[in-house]
C-alpha cells in the first residue's frame, strides 16, 4: 500500500507543477513579446517485481516526476501600433538587449520602449523597466528624435533554447544557450510582438492536468482507506 500511495503523491506533485506552468502561461496571455513554457515528464526509477532486477523481469512504476520545464519561442503575432518607440522582431531566435538597473545585460522580446531624460538634457531609450536598451554594439542608445528610427541592437544565440527565464519578461544567457551574438534581423518600428500564448492549448494543459491530478488524489484516498482498514484488522 506504501508503494501505491508514493506512486500517487509523485503524480499529484508533477500535475500540481503542470497546472502552474500552463497557469502562469495564462496570466501572461497579454505580456508583449512573452513565450510561453511547456513541461516534458519522466518516469520515476522501475522496482523488479520480487526483487528481480533482469532485463526480462517484470517491473513496476514509482510515479512521474517533472523532467523540465522548456520555453517554446515560436512566433508571436505582430501588430501594428504606429508608436514610434515600438519595436518587433519578425524571427524566434532574436532578442532586444537591456542593460539593467543593476548593470547585468538581459535578453527580451517585448520591444515597448519608452524615453528617459538624463540630468545633462539628454534622452535615452529605456524598457519598461528602466533598463538602457543597447545597440549591436552594446551601446545605450541615445536618441535625438523619437520619431526617427533608433539604432536598436538585435542579438540571436547559437540556442536559445538554452536562456534562462529571470523574470520581468528577460531571458539570461548561460553557458547552454552560448554568448549572445549581433544579428542581421531589423527590428521593424511601429510594431510590437504579442504574446505567444495560445489560450486554448493553455486551458486544454489545465484540464488534462486537473484529470490527471483528480485521478492521482482518488488513488491516493483508496491506499489511505486500504491502510486504516488493514490496521483495524490488527
Do not use: W
Not at 523532467?67 to 518587433?88: C, H, K, M, P, W
Not at 518600428?189 to 489545465?206: H, R
Request: proline residues 1%.
Amino acid at each position: 500500500m506504501m508503494t501505491s500511495f508514493y506512486t500517487a503523491a509523485a503524480g499529484a506533485i508533477a500535475q500540481q507543477q503542470s497546472m502552474d506552468v500552463a497557469s502562469n502561461n495564462i496570466a501572461n496571455v497579454s505580456t508583449k513579446g512573452y513565450k510561453p513554457d511547456e513541461v516534458s515528464f519522466a518516469d520515476l526509477l522501475y522496482t523488479g517485481v520480487h526483487g528481480s532486477q533482469t532485463a526480462n523481469s517484470l517491473k513496476v512504476g514509482n510515479g512521474e516526476r517533472v523532467n523540465q520545464t522548456n520555453t517554446v519561442f515560436q512566433q508571436g503575432s505582430i501588430e501594428t501600433t504606429n508608436r514610434s518607440l515600438d519595436y518587433a522582431l519578425p524571427s524566434g531566435n532574436a532578442f532586444f538587449a537591456v542593460k539593467c538597473t543593476d548593470g547585468t545585460v538581459r535578453y527580451t522580446r517585448d520591444g515597448e520602449f519608452h524615453l528617459s531624460v538624463r540630468a545633462d538634457g539628454s534622452s535615452y531609450l529605456t524598457d519598461a523597466q528602466g533598463g538602457a536598451v543597447l545597440d549591436g554594439k552594446g551601446n545605450p542608445i541615445t536618441v535625438k528624435n523619437e520619431n526617427d528610427k533608433q539604432n536598436v541592437g538585435v542579438y540571436s544565440f547559437q540556442n536559445c533554447d538554452g536562456l534562462k527565464k529571470v523574470g520581468d519578461n528577460y531571458l539570461e544567457a548561460t553557458t547552454a544557450s552560448g554568448r549572445a551574438a549581433a544579428s542581421s534581423v531589423q527590428a521593424i518600428q511601429g510594431s510590437i510582438e504579442d504574446s505567444a500564448v495560445d489560450l486554448v492549448d493553455e486551458m486544454a494543459a489545465i484540464i488534462n492536468a486537473q484529470k490527471g491530478f483528480a485521478f492521482d488524489a482518488n488513488v491516493l484516498s483508496m491506499s489511505d482507506r486500504t491502510t486504516q482498514t488493514i490496521n483495524s484488522l490488527r
